[in-house]
């Protein structure tokens, strides 16, 4: 995009939310690095330096949303706007505004949808992360074969927590399962589990189908591809887009990671319930089953029900409403019958130990 077009890109944008966005340096890309801010004085300089080593950082602008800041956050970002080797576009909401995690997020994403528009990539990250150098790159790659790029995210800083470790360590052994037993081609067999806005990124046009964040105070990345999963979407969690982000105990949002560490600091991992990794395996086998069986026949939707353990009209209802066999069998596949098991970190551990060896040996 040139300098003229990314002008106008900004002049032609639908209104945004509060007051109109101020530009400095104007020499956007195609692609939107879009960040919420609060109170991130300290921590700003080592994303803006990490974003200024981007293989690609000529080829990007970013959109920074200041959300209720009481600190030099904005000055921070101004002082350094002349040095910078890509474009930054800057937003404020209003400071007398009760801080809100979802909505800041939307205000930074609807601001790279106006300077990028609905052909343009828009990647989320947080004011507190340093993504890897190949990370633009990264997101691109995994968009040519995916609606939604998730990125992986690595905790560093502050104090350790040895059940998050494992508790993450779970989660990803959950997504190799998945993949196992329900293998789709935008995702390797190697995915990690992770849903967090500090690395989403998909196209304008994506994200506007997608419905953008909800003003929520937490877990607005959650609902987000929650909604791409029903939709049907390519969802790729790529271990190869990474981010390094902040293990400190004082987080901006409430209900995000800051207070989960914290709330783990004081259990000692002792209320850590998992789902039973057999229950879930039985999920992600009928997964594979049903998008095996679209588009749904007459007769197929009966063999499909009994394999299912429902209905017919369910299998019918499900179809009626899926235009894609992901969208398809994320609706179709029912909650186990009795529903799920809960088990402490211990066993679901060892459960999983076992599944994985079991199938890794079958798709050897």
């Not at 499900?318 to 992901?326: I, L, R, S, V």
């Amino acid at each position: 995009m040139s300098r003229s077009d990314a002008h106008a890109a900004i002049a032609d944008a639908p209104p945004l939310p509060r007051n109109r966005p101020t530009v400095a340096n104007p020499r956007a890309g195609m692609v939107a690095v879009c960040v919420p801010v609060r109170n991130e004085a300290v921590l700003l300089p080592r994303l803006l330096d990490a974003l200024a080593r981007q293989q690609r950082a000529e080829s990007f602008v970013l959109c920074v949303v200041f959300d209720a800041c009481t600190d030099d956050s904005a000055a921070v970002v101004a002082a350094r706007c002349a040095a910078l080797p890509f474009a930054v576009v800057t937003q404020m909401l209003p400071p007398n505004t009760a801080p809100n995690a979802g909505r800041a997020r939307a205000a930074a994403m609807a601001l790279g949808l106006a300077t990028v528009g609905e052909t343009g990539v828009l990647l989320s990250t947080d004011a507190d992360s340093v993504p890897a150098t190949d990370w633009i790159a990264s997101n691109i790659e995994a968009l040519d074969l995916a609606d939604i790029a998730a990125g992986l995210i690595v905790r560093s800083g502050g104090a350790a927590s040895p059940v998050q470790d494992r508790i993450e360590a779970y989660y990803d052994g959950l997504a190799r399962l998945r993949r196992l037993l329900d293998p789709v081609p935008w995702e390797n067999g190697a995915p990690h589990h992770y849903t967090s806005a500090a690395s989403l990124g998909c196209s304008g046009a994506t994200y506007l189908r997608l419905g953008g964040f909800a003003a929520v105070a937490a877990g607005e990345d959650a609902r987000l591809v929650d909604q791409a999963y029903r939709l049907g979407l390519r969802v790729r969690r790529d271990c190869a887009i990474r981010v390094e982000t902040s293990t400190r105990r004082d987080g901006r949002a409430r209900g995000g990671l800051a207070d989960h560490l914290r709330d783990l600091d004081q259990s000692g991992g002792g209320s850590a319930r998992m789902a039973h990794p057999e229950d879930v395996a039985w999920r992600y086998a009928r997964h594979a089953v049903a998008r095996a069986a679209w588009p749904v026949t007459a007769a197929g939707a009966g063999v499909l029900a009994e394999a299912l353990c429902c209905g017919r009209d369910h299998i019918h209802a499900a179809a009626a409403d899926a235009e894609t066999a992901e969208a398809f069998a994320i609706r179709v596949v029912p909650d186990i019958p009795g529903g799920e098991r809960l088990v402490d970190l211990a066993a679901a551990e060892a459960a999983l130990a076992t599944l994985l060896l079991q199938h890794q040996g079958v798709a050897a």
